[in-house]
């Protein structure tokens, strides 16, 4: 079964500063992908970055980068430059198998840019 | 490009009514899910359309929910009769067809669903 794990609630960061979002993942497919999504306080669903399981180099999109870590099962959201703006929901998701039908979601990690 | 779009935003209606709740995807995209978060809790996925065939409909919950995808074009998901366990935000998405592993969804802004 697949599952995502994000453990961090809530989290706060300086304006300007790095912050990084936790998420672990669990499947046994060996092809996957990882996604990571923003929710601001409007409601929409806003991909931000992708990567492949078979991508040997970390995704990076403007100021997101994903720290993938394979044997560690973990996809990391890297933003830098914090701005006020980076405040909102962010979902860890998967899906996995050549033909995946389901995306799998973590609960969600709510980030507070701070003036 | 339009994205994708839902309708209602919001929807607040008493146990035991009935909601209809509308998708329309992007233009092309054959993918069509529906997924729901209630409060506090992950994004569970509850049905895939390819075209206007289901191809997983593992996650509704009992079969007081139905949806559907006319002629591979909008889907409706229909609640009746509504519980309160209902309450969430019903998301929908699209993607390109094929294999989607790596095909991002492309999510409408949710209809936020309040059963009273």
């Known amino acids: 079964a697949q599952k995502i794990t994000q453990t961090q609630p809530g989290m706060f960061v300086q304006e300007k500063e790095a912050v990084t979002l936790d998420c672990t993942y669990d499947?046994?497919?060996?092809?996957?992908?990882l996604f990571w999504y923003k929710q601001p306080s409007s409601g929409e669903m806003i991909f931000l970055i992708y990567?492949?399981?078979?991508?040997?180099q970390n995704a990076t999109e403007g100021r997101y980068s994903l720290n993938f870590q394979k044997a560690r099962k973990s996809a990391n959201l890297v933003i830098s430059a914090s701005q006020l703006g980076d405040s909102a929901m962010y979902f860890c998701a998967m899906t996995a198998g050549w033909v995946g039908n389901q995306f799998y979601f973590g609960t969600g990690t709510s980030l507070t840019v701070i003036p | 490009e339009a994205g994708v779009t839902q309708f209602p935003s919001h929807s607040v209606i008493e146990k035991g009514q009935t909601v209809t709740l509308r998708c329309d995807p992007i233009s092309g995209h054959d993918n069509l899910y529906w997924y729901r978060r209630v409060m506090g809790k992950e994004i569970k996925f509850l049905l895939h359309f390819v075209k206007e065939s289901k191809q997983d409909e593992s996650g509704m919950p009992n079969n007081r929910f139905l949806a559907e995808r006319t002629g591979g074009t909008y889907s409706t998901l229909k609640v009746q009769p509504a519980e309160l366990e209902d309450s969430g935000v019903y998301f929908c998405?699209?993607?390109?067809?094929?294999?989607?592993?790596?095909?991002?969804?492309?999510f409408g802004n949710g209809t936020r669903l309040t059963v009273t």
């Open positions: 990567q492949g399981s078979y991508d040997e």
């Open positions: 998405a699209s993607s390109t067809g094929g294999a989607i592993f790596d095909s991002p969804l492309h």
């Open positions: 499947t046994s497919d060996q092809s996957y992908g």
